[in-house]
Structures are given as C-alpha cells and as structure tokens.
C-alpha cells in the first residue's frame, strides 16, 4: 500500500503516538506491501500510518480499508471487529423476488443527518440505532419498497452529504459504530424494505489524512492533474488503469454487500468516469489511446465490477446515475453493456421538470417535451428520479417549482406524481417531496415535518402513500417496465388541451390499467378517451379526490366503454377530466 515511501509505522493510542515504536518492513516480493505485528492492541484503538516519502516528508494517514474511523472532526482510524447477529433471514432467503426487474420499486432517498433531529439536544442528528425505531415504521406507512441512502461511507465534511469519501469500508461514526448500522439495516429488513446504498468510486477529497499523495507519490490518482483532478468538485480521480485500484473499489463494493446485507448500489457521478473530458475544456484533457473521449480503463472496471457483484450477489442490483447517452449502461456485459441492473433517467426528469414548470397557458406549446420520453424508454432499466439533486443549490423545492396559486401548485404536484407512477420505469422520491416541503433542502436542519398539519401537505403525502399502495398491488404498473408491450398510447397527440392517456399492460390477461393526465386547470367535460376493451372501467385513483386536497371532480366511480371508436381502439369512455388531475382507471367487473 506504499510501494514508494521510505518508511512506515504504525501510530496509535497503544504506542502513544511514536513513530518508533511500531514500524513496518516492506515485502521482499516487490507488492509495495509494508507489514508487521503489533501485539495486545484492544479493540477500539484508534491509529495512523506515519508514511515517510522518499523525499523525506511525513504524513499521518488513515487506514484505507479500516472498517470504523473516529467520529468527525477527528481523523484516525480504529480497530474494530464485524460480528454481528443477524436476524434477516427471512428477507435474505426472498430478496431475490423483491429485487427483480420484474418487480415493483419505489425508493426513498434519505440522508440520515437531516431526515429527523432532535431539537430539544442542541438539533441533533438521530442515530443509526434511533433511525431504525423510526424509519421502517414511516416507509411501511408509506408504501415504499425500498429506502436508498445517501452516501454513509466515511467522509471528513459534512457538508459534502457523504460524497466526498475518505473511509471506503467504513459506516460514518457521526451516527454510531459499524454494528449500530448492521442493526438499522437488519430492522428495515425485518420489515420486508430494501437498502440501497450511494456509493462514489468516481472521486476522493484531498484532506491530508485521506487517499490523497498517500506514500508521498499519486499512488490512487493520476499524477497529470488533466486525468488525476476533478475540476467540478476538486477532487481527485482515481486511476483506474492500476490493478490495485480497481480491486480496491471492487473490494468496498462486495464489501457492503457482505457484511452489511446491502440489497443494491448506487453508483455515483458515472458519466464523470466514462468520459476524460468531463467537465473540462479543449486542451484540459488526455485522449485514450485512440483519440477518443472515452476512459477505457474505468469502462473495465465498471464491466467488471458488475460482473463481479451479480456473480458473487445476484439477488442485488447496481443502479448508474449517468446522465448522458452512453448506450447501454444497463445491458450486460456479454452483448457490450456496462452490465448494471438499472440506471437514473437524468433525461425524463429534466424534461417533465421543465414541462412541469412551465404555465399551463403555454404548455400546449411544449407537449413534445411530455411525450417524447416514450421513444426511448425501453432502451434502458430506467429508474425515474426525483433525487436531492432538484432540491439544492438554489433550485428550490418540487412544490416551488409548480406554477399558479397554492391550490394549483399541489394539484399540479399530485399530477406529476400521478403521471410518474404511471410512466414506465421505476420510482425514485427524495425525502420531503412527499408531503411538499416548501423550502429547499437543508442538510443541518430536519425536514419540515410540522407542515403536515396543513391539509394539503397531509392530503400529498396521503396521494403518495395511495399511490405506492396501489403501485405495489398492480402488476400491470411494474412487470413490464422496460419493454414496449407494457405500454400504450391511448392519445399523445391533444397538445391543444395538453392531456394525454395510455394503458399499462402487465403480463397476465386482464391486467390492463388506463391513465389519463389533464395537464391544464380547465375541467374537462365529456372528453373521449378510447380504451382497448369494453365492458366497465373502474375509476380507482383520482389525484383531485377531496381527501388529498383535490376539488372532488370525478366519474362517480367509473364509466362503462362505448362500442365508438377512438384514434386506434374501438371503444371508448366518456369522462369528466379534473384540473391538472390525474385519472387511473382499470378494467373489469360490474358498475
């Protein structure tokens, strides 16, 4: 782990700091590897590697596969052992089915510092152990079948929510110890919920104490700052061409799904590891080695990776945020994909956002941007994302983006979800969004938990917990996400009263469930919708129902199909369309 350095010894409270009193000898078989033996060092010690460099200069750094650091703002390692006694069995034996593609998903993202606090101790944090009492009990409530974790892996700044990792094997001690954690994962297993953690193999901070310059050379960056420096984020990027880089990150990836039961992984920032130019201007940047923008070498860690976790866990899923149009992210390894499970589709979010944003006046004129997200939907695994990423740095809330007057700004909020859980793809939903936080995310305050005693914030959170309920009890709405025959368009071509309906079709006969979005605060009288089949459509979700906030405009319970044909299908329903509400209909039964 310091092939270049000149001398190493390890520091701790067992030999008071002494740089001479433990140190290293450096294998004979050319690994770089240093070794020695320390007796009767008590678990919980905390330590250093004083790494000298061959130009005489010393750093103090921790422990890369260290497994519990000290708590923040302290910097040394600790030894520290992973038993722990599961009680997941029950989840571990059925993950397979509950993390199949086939399967519905609907994500919470949380980031564990700000979800609660306690206001009555100086504002702080929950811990890991507090979370679990709470936290499984509020995504049974609910509906969601997963929670993902924004990143938890060991990192000096707070502020830098996770994302800036300096311990790769290690649960950040501000919330407890490595088994504290165990036991919040266990608890939401028990539960029957899926754990998703963010994961950041793309960059690493540069604190004195971390992976940075650690034998004195660029041992885990490259050393030309066109390849080793992230001008976005000034931090370093791993160089991935070295073997014992890319067993370093494989190993903290198998790692969480070993000894933390972790059900998937969040791969973040991937486009900034496809591409040497990302993020840099002409000049900024060494081509591969054929003169293209792509980086080989992290394009083979990422196959490989993949291939390494469904090899050793495939009852988990590896999910890519990448935001650009590299094919096949989500499409194995074999046929030339990247060979992860799923990836965020950056594309539809930006797009409905906008729309979304939009006043309804003019959005006729850009019902394009609604609809166009269908032409591609089946080219990838796509997971629809709402993430902490819309709710920072200035952008506001959800609901803050929404136009009109507070009436309108719910409804059309209880729309967008509608139409979400609608779309093809899998659900992604940043904590807060769910009951309309109005301001934006503040990671050292809780969310705005006391706004639910509003209605409309509580008929929200009530819409998206029906939702996930109904979701989860369709198959026609999961089954056949990512491919064409789980979707129709019943009409995508009504810019002029800007609403649009499909059918979601799931694998079995009968399984057929329509949706019709107004996306306009004009109620809409006997409007024609043509449906597949006739017979009598129930209407089974209505996002304008009084109970969440709604005014109440509906179709008395559903309509029975007319034999008159419209656009392809040959029959049709008659309905009551609400003001930028949603409709779910599904067919079947007796008025």
């Not at 450096?26 to 033996?37: A, P, Q, V």
């Not at 904590?431 to 969310?447: A, I, Y």
């Not at 129930?538 to 029975?560: K, M, P, Q, T």
């Not at 049709?572 to 409709?583: F, H």
Request: negative net charge.
């Amino acid at each position: 782990m310091g092939p270049n350095a000149a001398a190493v010894s390890v520091i701790g409270e067992f030999n008071r700091w002494d740089a001479k009193s433990n140190a290293l000898h450096l294998r004979h078989d050319g690994s770089g590897i240093w070794e020695g033996w320390i007796a009767d060092v008590a678990t919980g010690a905390s330590y250093k590697y004083r790494i000298v460099s061959r130009d005489g200069k010393a750093a103090d750094k921790g422990d890369p596969f260290a497994p519990y650091w000290e708590a923040p703002p302290l910097t040394a390692s600790r030894v520290w052992d992973l038993d722990y006694a599961w009680n997941d069995a029950a989840w571990m034996a059925q993950r397979r089915e509950k993390n199949r593609l086939d399967a519905p998903c609907s994500i919470y993202e949380v980031h564990l510092g700000s979800w609660r606090r306690v206001p009555e101790e100086g504002n702080r944090s929950l811990t890991y152990r507090e979370m679990a009492e709470w936290l499984p009990r509020y995504l049974i409530s609910m509906n969601f079948t997963h929670v993902e974790f924004m990143p938890l892996t060991e990192h000096p700044f707070y502020g830098s929510w996770g994302y800036q990792t300096t311990g790769y094997f290690a649960p950040t001690a501000r919330y407890g110890t490595p088994q504290d954690f165990m036991f919040l994962v266990d608890a939401l297993h028990r539960d029957g919920i899926g754990v998703i953690l963010d994961w950041v193999p793309s960059h690493f901070p540069d604190d004195a104490h971390g992976l940075a310059q650690f034998d004195g050379t660029y041992l885990f960056e490259h050393a030309d700052p066109r390849q080793g420096y992230h001008p976005d984020w000034h931090s370093a990027i791993f160089n991935y061409g070295r073997h014992e880089i890319r067993a370093f990150l494989a190993s903290s990836a198998l790692f969480w799904l070993d000894k933390y039961h972790i059900d998937g992984l969040r791969v973040d920032a991937v486009a900034s590891m496809l591409y040497l130019d990302y993020g840099r201007r002409h000049g900024e940047w060494i081509p591969n080695q054929y003169g293209g923008r792509e980086n080989l070498d992290a394009v083979a860690f990422l196959r490989d990776l993949n291939e390494a976790i469904y090899r050793d866990y495939p009852d988990v899923q590896t999910f890519a945020e990448e935001s650009t149009s590299w094919p096949m992210v989500s499409r194995p390894t074999y046929t030339g994909g990247l060979g992860f499970g799923l990836k965020w589709n950056m594309g539809w979010m930006h797009d409905t956002l906008k729309y979304f944003s939009q006043d309804p006046v003019y959005r006729k004129y850009h019902h394009a941007q609604l609809i166009f997200s269908i032409w591609y939907a089946f080219s990838e695994n796509f997971v629809l994302p709402f993430s902490h990423d819309e709710v920072v740095h200035g952008k506001g809330s959800l609901i803050g983006k929404m136009p009109g007057d507070e009436w309108q700004q719910f409804a059309n909020l209880r729309l967008l979800y509608g139409y979400m859980w609608g779309h093809p793809g899998k659900k992604l939903l940043f904590m807060g969004c769910e009951f309309g936080q109005k301001r934006e995310w503040q990671h050292e305050e809780s969310l705005e938990w006391a706004v639910l005693q509003y209605p409309r914030h509580a008929g929200l959170r009530r819409w998206v917990e029906d939702l996930n309920h109904f979701y989860r009890s369709e198959p026609a709405l999961y089954q056949n996400d990512f491919n064409a025959e789980g979707f129709e368009w019943m009409d995508c071509n009504d810019a002029e009263k800007s609403v649009v309906s499909f059918v979601r079709h799931g694998s079995a006969a009968g399984e057929t469930l329509l949706v019709v979005c107004n996306f306009t605060p004009v109620v809409r009288e006997n409007y024609l919708v043509g449906v597949p089949v006739g017979g009598y459509w129930h209407e089974v979700l209505n996002s304008d129902a009084e109970l969440y906030g709604g005014s109440g405009i509906g179709n008395f319970g559903g309509r029975e199909a007319a034999p008159v044909a419209a656009g392809n299908m040959y029959h049709s329903l008659i309905l009551r369309l609400p003001p930028l509400g949603v409709l779910y209909f599904k067919q079947g039964g007796d008025a």
